[in-house]
């Protein structure tokens, strides 16, 4: 068996994390830290501070400090400038950025490139520009009063991500917290900390003042501490259906305003008279991009009878052709699972798998050729029924399964049969049943012909366990405001 060096090939050097507590990174005052291992080889990057209530109350306190200061009551020119700058210094740093997030999470380097750096500087800039149009309501009432809103941020805000997308999502919060006048503390993933503790830094170099933005790293527990803090207004938070359902109780006592994008089981739905070339491509990326590790992957490929053999085996051809491989390797496509207990997770359900008398197309098990690393082929598989757990469980790797499907109403049934509802993609070329049948799946969002097409106005996030409320746009700016009405009577 041939073995595959997964070396990262860059001059860039991973680094050590600290916290960074009211504009200076600091160690955790009982000097705890825990190391950071990179999945693609399993050596150690750096260590981490792990943070203990301690730094969480001393970051909690430097944001509420900061709260009374300049940031809020910047012009908001002024501001905007600011948030337009850290996006600037983001691509300045961008191939320091890939390379880190690379390192962290084991995905392509053209892929933190192409998506993930770009994605982050963006935030930065759309909500720069954002901030500037956002108005207020206002209603007439005859000749009797005048009403009108004015807005306020929230406060402090919590800020709780996960692993998969690590920059891409802080900054997806951060970027409209801060517009709309927050101070934060960010928990990055425990998994991945390197490219949030150079944000800080970034933050900073383009003058956001000294205890706006702070950082706490740490496992739950640290996350716990902020969402049970009293003096924290509001938690936004990306990661685990579970793990949302343990924040609200946390901070059930204290109040807190919350934003949840949870886990999803996302269906692609695939009529006949689709354009098949189109459909296999967009569907290679929607169930293995980024190792299938985005929350709107489509894991639930289900194909209308008349054209499921053509589409399996043109599937099936197109899969095989993948690499998995070197995150640092420009031919590789799939890169290593992010860590060792997410990768015996997803090995995990492969075995349910075969006990629930899975067919396999490509795949299903670990890659070969590895002498280290948490790699794991991309996997079609079939045969199994409504069901099974690997239709219904968010698996979170390169993982999906393929149904047929006879009528609408049978495909709609199974599709909506889960309790997830966070994203879906839908393939015809019948405009009329895209519109009948799109409006009738249970998602946040329903992608016609396409997947993960993004525009940051649109309202992005998930119904039933896939979250609660909305980000994008004019809905991150409520999140991270608040309203008081003023009525004047004429
Ligand atoms: N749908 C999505 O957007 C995502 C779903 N996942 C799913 O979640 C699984 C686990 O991934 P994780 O990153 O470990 O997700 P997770 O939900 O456990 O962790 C996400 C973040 O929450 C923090 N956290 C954990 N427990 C907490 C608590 N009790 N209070 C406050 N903060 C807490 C973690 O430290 C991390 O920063 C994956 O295998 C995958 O199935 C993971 C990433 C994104
Ligand atoms: O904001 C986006 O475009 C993507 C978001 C993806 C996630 O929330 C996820 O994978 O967890």
Known sequence: MQTQT??????IKSIDCSH???????PSKNGKTFENINPATEEKLGVVAAGSKEEVDQ???AARKALKGEWANLPLRKRSAIIRKIGDLILERKEELATLESLDTGKPLWLSNSVDIDRAAYNFHFFADFMTSVGNETYQQDDIAVHYAVRRPVGVVGLINPWNLPLLLMTWKLAP???AGNTVVMKPSEVTPMTATVLAQICSDAGVPDGVVNMVHGFGETGAALTSHPDVDAIAFTGETVTGSEIMKSAAPTLKKLSFELGGKNPNIIFADTDLDDTIETTIKSSFINQGEVCLCGSRIYVERAIYDAFLERFVARTKELKVGNPFEETTNIGALVSEEHYKKVLRYLDIAKEEGATFLTGGTASEGFEKGFFVDPTIITGLGKDSRCVREEIFGPVVTVIPFDTEEEVLEQVNGTHY?????LWTSDIKRAHRVGGQIEAGMVWINT???RDLRTPFGGMKHSGIGREGGAHSFDFYSELTNITVKL
């Open 421 to 425: 509802g966070l994203s879906a993609s």
């Open 59 to 61: 970051a909690v306190s």
């Open 20 to 26: 960074y507590i009211n504009g200076k990174y600091a």
């Open 6 to 11: 997964t070396e990262a090939k860059t001059e």
């Open 451 to 453: 997947w993960f097409l």
């Open 177 to 179: 917290a801060l517009a």
